[in-house]
């Protein structure tokens, strides 16, 4: 039989018959807010990197005005790139991503997610978490890509609260040496202020533990900080690699992939240095690309992972297969 739109409406009865028909006895006394319909099914997804288990755990989203978002392209084009991706007109919903990897029982965490500091849609990361299995006590390790809140507010509740006892906390030296600057913080603009504040905030009470790192090392067990500055000071990526896997974690080298992998000339609103952040962008998808390597990236759609194909001047993120088992 061919599908028309005609015998596609004919099959809706039946359809609708085998669904009605179908819940038992218990199912169908559940009340519509019991079986709570708005929800989706928690927010981990893990892969293998070599012998390293990747679990890519969600923290909900953000919708993010369009109009101003990037700094140098017209609202129109910016506006046509959202259509063809298929978003709304007129705010982005960016979503936010962490990767747990675990080695041989050791954990490190990348990035916190922003903890219960969010817009109300996000903050849903550490009920993600423990739905893949983890606590945060078991944390050996939390290493942090840069500054901004969104990757570091997950590290200390709004009451004071430090949320992994046990980890060692890690930082780019860059970044520390910019946030951490009382001289940098006194001529920032206005709009950044609030930012310093943050930074102090989290670390102030941990700051003698925290523990700077330099790009080019390895700095956890199968993980080489790469310096990819230019979104901030400091702003760093990572490739995992453990065997013959290889994972290049891009951080905040894009936001959206549907804006700027396709777009990579264009600077959000977040980058600090937009030049410098669009020459590293450009950089590292290119290598990417290249190497035909899989990437992680922070803000694209969930579960955040794929790889880099180069399409005219700009890219395109090809998403992987969702696999049942790993
Ligand atoms: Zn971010």
């Known amino acids: 039989m061919a599908f028309t739109r005609r015998n596609l409406l004919a099959a809706a009865p039946a359809a609708t018959a085998i669904t009605v028909s179908g819940p038992s006895m218990a199912q169908s006394q559940l009340s519509a807010q019991q079986v709570s319909l708005s929800r989706q099914a928690p927010g981990f997804y893990r892969y293998k990197v070599g012998d390293i288990e990747v679990t890519a755990v969600h923290d909900g989203f953000a919708r993010w005005p369009l109009e101003g978002f990037v700094r140098n392209a017209e609202l129109a084009e910016v506006k046509k790139a959202m259509e063809a991706a298929f978003f709304p007109q007129d705010a982005l919903p960016i979503t936010f991503t962490t990767l747990v990897l675990n080695a041989g029982g050791r954990l490190t965490l990348i990035d916190t997610g922003n903890g219960d500091s969010g817009a109300p849609t996000s903050g849903t990361w550490m009920a993600n978490f423990k739905a893949a299995g983890f606590d945060p006590a078991q944390v050996n390790t939390v290493i942090i890509s840069h500054f901004h809140g969104d990757h570091i507010n997950g590290l200390r509740l709004k009451d004071g609260t430090a949320v992994f006892p046990n980890a060692e906390v890690m930082v780019p030296a860059a970044e520390w040496a910019y946030w951490m600057d009382d001289g940098k913080m006194a001529s920032a603009p206005e709009g950044l202020k609030a930012g310093f504040a943050n930074v102090r905030r989290v670390f102030g009470p941990m700051a003698k533990d925290v523990k700077q790192y330099e790009p080019g090392k390895e700095i956890a067990p199968g993980v080489t900080a790469v310096a990819a500055p230019g979104h901030t000071p400091g702003h760093t990526t990572y490739v995992v690699s453990?065997?013959?896997?290889?994972?290049?974690?891009?951080?905040?080298?894009?936001?959206?992939?549907?804006?700027?992998?396709?777009?990579?000339?264009?600077?959000?609103?977040?980058?600090?240095?937009?030049?410098?952040?669009?020459?590293?962008?450009?950089?590292?998808?290119?290598?990417?690309?290249?190497?035909?390597?899989?990437?992680?990236?922070?803000?694209?759609?969930?579960?955040?992972?794929?790889?880099?194909?180069?399409?005219?001047?700009?890219?395109?993120?090809?998403?992987?297969?969702?696999?049942?088992?790993?």
Not at 252 to 261: G, K, M, R, S, Y
Not at 271 to 281: H, P
């Open 242 to 326: 453990s065997g013959s896997g290889k994972l290049m974690v891009m951080s905040d080298i894009t936001n959206h992939p549907a804006l700027f992998v396709r777009n990579p000339d264009w600077q959000a609103v977040f980058d600090m240095d937009g030049n410098q952040a669009r020459d590293t962008r450009r950089k590292l998808l290119d290598m990417a690309a290249v190497e035909r390597v899989q990437v992680a990236f922070y803000h694209a759609p969930f579960p955040a992972t794929g790889h880099i194909a180069k399409n005219g001047n700009g890219y395109e993120l090809v998403p992987v297969q969702w696999m049942p088992s790993i």
